[in-house]
């Protein structure tokens, strides 16, 4: 009985276990479904929000490419705008400079065109007398050199004057260097100047435009003198300006406002008697306004000087081309001392040295030019490689030995000249003279019919008013030379008193 009670009770809980089982087996798939449900939410929920985030990144993106291309045009509009600036800042510097250069022109031509009444009363009188000359030149008609003798009494006035505005020339012996363009000149009056500072302009193109007195002294400057009398103080840069290029940037011929520039300062050697003249060359390499008159310039101040240096360029010709020795045969070159320099001698080796040397001898001797010596120079170097005679320094060393009278030497120039007329009248009247001789002779002791007879009266009359008109000439020439002696005697007595 309790077996089949045991068992009942079993089988009813079984019964019991089953029907749980069977019910927590639903429940769970119901929270199966239920959860999967709630994932497949989320799923969904978490794709939607994907797409929305890779549709807020596709923005974000194309917004950011969007922003690069908006940086990138600024970047340029900023680079753009900097060139600009720089330019602008560039094109401001260039106009500072510009301007700078006007107001230094404008103050330059300012000051050269100051009259400076003491010094025009010092040289008036020989002015006067100078225009009398010219006057007197153009009306006579006897002398065929009278280009020639215009320019050396041209360089006589031009040396007063220069002397009256610096005395110290009074006291030195001056030494013009000339030559053609390139040849050195101004590098060669460098290679004395001791101040590394000073220096005058040199180029390969036509640099000299202003003739330069270059004089020893322990006081240093550099200045500038017009035609009118007045001066302008000069700095070391606005020398080096002072070339035929940055003349033409004035718009028109400075030559005619500026005269001359001076430079005091130290020269190696202690050559304190001896002034060198730099001088334009007188062949410019191209012809215009500025440099067209360089040969007259040359010309000018090459008479001027008791002493004439002549340089030839080794790196060009290398010896006395046939244009130096028609030019050198113009300056009337007797009782000057004459010294040649082959500059640039560092180009070439020793034996093209001598033997250039003896070429140079030999063109000098040919066409009978007395010299004093030859040399082989370097300017760069301020070296003499070989010479023939004497070397450059033993002829500058006697050069600052001589003692020299300025006012002698002035005089006996001025006389040369008006000598040179009154000898071309007195032949012209020697000629007349013998003229109306014979024509008189002809008409005694011929016989000759009325007609011919009234002509050859005629040409009579004629030949005595030319006779006439040439000692009026003679008388006038006379009494000018009277006045252009006193006139420089004025210039000299004024130095004196000073």
């Known amino acids: 009985m309790d077996e089949k009670r045991i068992e009942t009770d079993i089988s009813s809980q079984e019964n019991r276990s089953q029907k749980a089982a069977n019910l927590d087996k639903d429940e769970i798939i119901k929270k199966l479904k239920r ?100 006057d007197f030149a153009n009306r006579e008609s006897s002398l065929t050199e009278e280009a020639f003798a215009i320019a050396v009494m041209q360089g006589i006035y031009d040396e007063l004057r220069n002397i009256a505005k610096f005395p110290v020339l009074f006291k030195r012996n001056i030494i013009s260097v000339g030559g053609s363009f390139s040849s050195g000149k101004s590098e060669f009056i460098n290679s004395f100047i001791e101040n590394k500072k000073i220096r005058l302009p040199v180029g390969i193109n036509p640099v000299t435009a202003i003739p330069t007195y270059v004089v020893s002294s322990y006081e240093e400057s550099i200045d500038a003198f017009s035609t009118r009398g007045g001066a302008l103080s000069l700095d070391e840069e606005l020398l080096n300006m002072l070339t035929h290029d940055y003349l033409k940037t004035f718009g028109f011929n400075m030559k005619n406002i500026l005269s001359f520039i001076t430079i005091k300062t130290r020269l190696r050697g202690g050559f304190d008697s001896i002034c060198f003249v730099d001088t334009p060359g007188y062949n410019p390499a191209y012809i215009g306004a500025s440099t067209i008159t360089d040969r007259d310039v040359a010309i000018e101040y090459l008479v001027q000087s008791s002493c004439l240096i002549w ?128 024509l008189s002779s002809l008409i005694s002791k011929c016989s000759i019919n009325p007609k011919s007879q009234v002509k050859l009266s005629n040409m009579i009359k004629e030949i005595t008013k030319k006779e006439q008109s040439l000692k009026k000439l003679l008388d006038e020439l006379d009494e000018l030379e009277r006045k252009l002696i006193r006139a420089a005697d004025k210039v000299f007595e004024s130095i004196l008193a000073q």
Request: no cysteine.
């Open 35 to 134: 959860g999967n449900e709630k994932l497949l939410e989320y799923v969904e929920r978490l794709v939607g929000e994907k797409r929305k985030k890779e549709i807020l990144i596709n923005q974000l993106l194309k917004e950011k490419e969007n922003q690069n291309e908006t940086l990138s045009k600024y970047e340029q509009k900023i680079s753009t705008l900097e060139k600009q600036l720089a330019d602008i800042e560039a094109r401001n510097k260039s106009l500072e400079r510009e301007l700078k250069h006007t107001k230094l022109k404008f103050e330059t031509v300012r000051k050269l065109l100051d009259w400076d009444a003491s010094e025009s009363n010092v040289i008036i009188d020989f002015e006067r007398a100078f225009d009398k000359f010219i």
């Open 311 to 438: 340089m030839v360029g080794l790196d060009s010709s290398g010896t006395l081309t046939n244009s130096d020795v028609e030019f050198l045969h113009q300056l009337n070159l007797e009782d000057k001392n004459i010294f040649v320099i082959a500059n640039k001698a560092d180009l070439r080796s020793q034996r093209d040295l001598e033997s250039i040397l003896d070429e140079i001898k030999s063109v000098l001797d040919s066409e009978g030019f007395d010299y004093a010596g030859i040399s082989a120079y370097s300017s760069i170097q301020g070296h003499e490689y070989s010479f023939v005679n004497v070397s450059l320094f033993e002829f500058l060393e006697e050069m600052n030995k001589v003692s020299f009278d300025k006012r002698n030497d002035i005089i006996n120039r001025l006389k040369d000249v008006t000598s040179m007329y009154r000898n071309a009248l007195k032949n012209d009247l020697k000629e007349s003279e013998k003229q109306k001789e014979d």
